[in-house]
């Protein structure tokens, strides 16, 4: 055996393999080239880092404590070094041992974190402006109960790797002009995982989960929107290997109303009267979330005026209170009349002086941004 690894790193032959890390990274703070750029102390460095490439991989730690030299067979003589996964090239442990950064090794887990889930809810207005319970039919994935999440048929289990040893990768170790190199990638057997399923659930191809319809009970808050999302914590997908479900966002959308229009948490309408209605006065009977009511026509209303009804619109989403529901009164003018109705209506037109009016004439309505132009213009 051309060199002893165990005393080029100062551990014991029966050092774990957290003592041996911990020497190598004492050593590279101390040995490395950005360091130390003396050539003495970088072939030193160069024989501390074949020495972990070799005492940190069990399967070339087993062939060096055989009496073989695993960096030889590689291709390379000990103590060579190299840009890969051990030796220099082992730049996650290299970092590690200046920054103290933890490197992330080892089989990555079969359980993760299931998706979240959205679904679209249809509610009337009355619905969103008082709130509501629904129950809503959800295919979500769902724990497989065959296997309980496990991914393996009843009566087995997952078992080790035997071409990463549970590692879940394999390594590689080539020639370059840098030197060795060693790469590695996630086993192509086990997929990274460590384990193999020989034998998977029947029920869930060993998936861990499985499609399902579930009903779930929804509270609607009062004063919800269109596009307003209510979070349903773990009611989602249950992810893969029986892992923790994502969440459930219910997506509100609001069906119109044959009357009222939304507008926040105001409501508006609009009622048409014919002209003698809005000339003496009337109540009119209007349906409103609330129940019936009534409303006063004042004598004298104009088409385009707009009674408020107070406190009669959608319950404020947070806060207390309500909106107020708007009624906006069209004045109805009669297009035919009969000779007798004709005959009145010149009558009273001669009453109040109106058989030839003038009209009352009055800049016409401006647009947004002519109202803009002004603005800007100082007018």
């Known amino acids: 055996m051309a060199t002893d690894y165990y005393a080029v790193l100062g551990v014991r032959r029966d050092a774990s393999q957290d003592e041996i890390k911990k020497a190598f990274r004492r050593l590279a703070r101390e040995l490395h080239p950005d360091v130390n750029p003396d050539p003495k102390t970088q072939e030193r460095f160069k024989e501390i880092n074949a020495a972990y490439e070799v005492l940190s991989d069990p399967q070339k730690k087993?062939?060096?404590?055989?009496?073989g030299d695993p960096l030889s067979q590689s291709g390379g003589g000990g103590g060579a070094g190299g840009f890969g996964a051990g030796g220099f090239g082992n730049f996650s442990d290299i970092m590690d041992a200046f920054f103290g950064t933890a490197s992330q090794r080892g089989p990555r887990s079969r359980t993760r974190r299931g998706q979240d889930a959205m679904i679209r809810l249809e509610i009337e207005l009355d619905e969103a402006a008082f709130g509501t319970t629904k129950d809503i039919q959800v295919d979500t994935a769902v724990v497989?109960?065959?296997?309980?999440?496990?991914?393996a048929a009843p009566g087995t289990s997952a078992q080790t790797c035997d071409m990463c040893r549970g590692r879940g990768e394999v390594s590689q170790v080539t020639r370059s002009f840098l030197g060795q190199v060693m790469t590695s990638r996630p086993c192509p057997q086990c997929q990274g995982f460590g384990t193999v399923v020989p034998t998977p659930c029947p029920e869930c191809a060993g998936d861990g989960r499985i499609r399902s319809r579930r009903t779930l009970t929804v509270k609607i808050p009062a004063g919800v929107d269109n596009g307003t999302r209510?979070?349903?914590?773990g009611e989602g997908e249950v992810g893969p290997g029986g892992g923790p479900a994502g969440d459930l966002y219910v997506e509100i959308h609001e069906l119109a109303h044959s009357v009222f229009q939304r507008r926040g948490d105001d409501l508006h309408c609009t009622v048409t009267i014919p002209m003698t209605a809005a000339a003496l006065g009337t109540q009119v009977p209007l349906e409103t979330l609330d129940g019936m009511e009534e409303v006063d026509i004042r004598p004298g209303t104009q088409s385009g005026q707009s009674v408020p009804l107070h406190q009669r619109g959608i319950t404020h989403l947070r806060g207390g209170g309500r909106g107020d529901l708007i009624v906006h009164v069209e004045v109805m003018t009669p297009g035919k009349l009969d000779p007798e109705q004709e005959r009145l209506l010149r009558e009273f037109a001669t009453l109040r002086g109106e058989e030839r009016p003038t009209g009352q004439f009055q800049p016409g309505q401006q647009g947004l941004f002519s109202r803009l132009k002004d603005a800007f213009n100082g007018r």
Not at 62 to 67: I, S, T
Not at 230 to 233: D, H, P, V
């Open 62 to 67: 087993q062939v060096y404590d055989l009496g």
């Open 144 to 151: 497989c109960g065959t296997c309980s999440g496990e991914g």
């Open 230 to 233: 209510i979070q349903l914590a």
